[in-house]
């Protein structure tokens, strides 16, 4: 039998999060890529494929608790 020649792609995703203190989502975005392209470990492919995926300001530590205690205080 003959053997025949196949070209076969594999793709994988990973993901990577960060979490950056910054002014605006802009700035974010623009720190969070600053740390990708930094990062030794990260190959150049993956970082030139990357993309953002989302983007959220996040409550530091302790603001929820002041959030409820406000409510609380509400009622």
Known sequence: MKTK???VE???TTTRTYYITAESEDK????????VDADWQISKAWKQNS???YIEEVKEEGEEDSELDKLNQDL
Not at 29 to 35: I, Y
């Open 10 to 12: 594999i793709t994988g």
């Open 5 to 7: 020649k196949y070209e």
């Open 28 to 35: 974010a975005e623009d720190l969070a890529l600053a740390e």
């Open 51 to 53: 993309e953002l995926s």
